[in-house]
């Protein structure tokens, strides 16, 4: 790189001067600010600023001769970056940038069990709370309070909204089993009517307990190759309340995870099974969006969750047929004890 060299008389004899390097990536100044004659007569510095604002500065004092000032390489350094500058000849001839190695901490959602992934009901009334204060008199559904809250809060930390809150974790009692297309408001109400001990359980909920701020190949990767090792399945495993929050807008069987949260909780876990809420008006019980015909918003979800649901042996829409038809408030089954 050969860089443009700009110089300015300051008067008496005195010169300072500044240099720009470009790449196609990088564009670079450096700026000797000082006053030179044969010696430094006052402390000077030279500063380097690249295009996203970053200085990297190199000082000396009064009294260093001009010589061991300019000769050699020059470094300037950032927390993030080394910059060095090669003298030759004709002065500044190149520079050479090199990114720091920076540790990179683990991520809590790496760190912290999946059964601890929870929000305490008091929490999710505070969440409650927020949404309010952000949508005024709107009535959102979850996908539109996880783009204009929950992602916005987590974005710098890029951990849950359950782990922003609770870095060590709260340990889950109740996982709840729902869709996204229900009013928000509506369903935290139904929850907190329904318990009696609202504000001390400790809720299992998919858009609070995964990150919402990765990317796509980030959350198959924390899903793991098989929906019995997900996150949902450890769970659902050791929630000892089971609970189906059924809303007006969308029949919540329509989802293939929702179906597969369902057998999972028959075919492995020990929890008591809950109904809450009410369905859609004259909502199917089968057809062929309901049940196993039912999609997942990532399309290659549907054959992993199909086959985990084959290997239960259980009739997943049977099972499906019985929730959307319990009444508000049934127990499909109470907690299995050892």
């Known amino acids: 790189l050969k860089p443009s060299v700009f110089r300015r008389s300051l008067g008496g004899g005195l010169v300072g001067a500044m240099s720009r390097w470009r790449t196609a990536d990088l564009e670079f100044w450096v700026e000797t600010d000082g006053w030179l004659w044969r010696q430094a007569i006052r402390d000077c510095r030279h500063t380097v600023t ?21 000769k050699g390489d020059w470094k300037f350094e950032t927390s993030t970056q080394t910059v060095t500058i090669t003298n030759g000849a004709n002065g500044w001839e190149n520079f050479k940038v090199t990114d720091k190695a920076v540790k990179k901490k683990i991520s809590l959602v790496k760190l912290v069990p999946p059964n601890r992934w929870g929000v305490s009901g008091k929490q999710l009334m505070e ?34 909204y359950a782990l922003l809150l609770n870095p060590k974790g709260l340990k889950c009692t109740t996982f709840v089993t729902h869709a996204w297309f229900e009013s928000f408001l509506a369903f935290v109400v139904d929850i907190r009517d329904h318990f009696p001990d609202f504000e001390t359980r400790v809720f299992w909920i998919c858009f609070t307990a995964n990150p919402q701020t990765w990317k796509p190949d980030e959350l198959n990767d924390l899903l793991g190759p098989s929906a019995l090792q997900s996150p949902f399945a450890i769970a659902i495993q050791q929630c000892d309340t089971f609970l189906i929050v059924r809303n007006i807008i969308k029949n919540m069987y329509s989802r293939l995870w929702c179906v597969a949260e369902l057998v999972l909780v028959f075919a492995y876990g020990e929890s008591s099974v809950q109904v ?63």
Not at 127 to 151: G, H, R, S, W
Request: with cysteine; aromatic share 4%.
């Open 50 to 70: 690249n295009p996203r604002g970053e200085t990297f500065q190199r000082n000396w004092k009064a009294g260093e001769r001009a010589s061991d000032i300019w």
């Open 127 to 160: 969440l409650a709370d927020k949404v309010v204060e952000t949508f005024e008199d709107q009535n959102p559904n979850v996908y539109e309070v996880v783009q204009n809250v929950i992602k916005p809060l987590c974005k710098d930390a890029g951990v849950s």
């Open 276 to 338: 809450i809420g009410k369905m859609p008006l004259r909502a199917k019980e089968s057809g062929n969006d309901i049940g196993l015909n039912a999609t997942c918003t990532v399309p290659e979800d549907v054959q992993l969750l199909l086959e985990t649901i084959e290997l239960t042996d259980l009739d997943a829409n049977a099972l499906v047929a019985k929730a959307i038809r319990a009444p508000p408030g049934s127990i499909l089954r109470r907690r299995r004890v050892a």
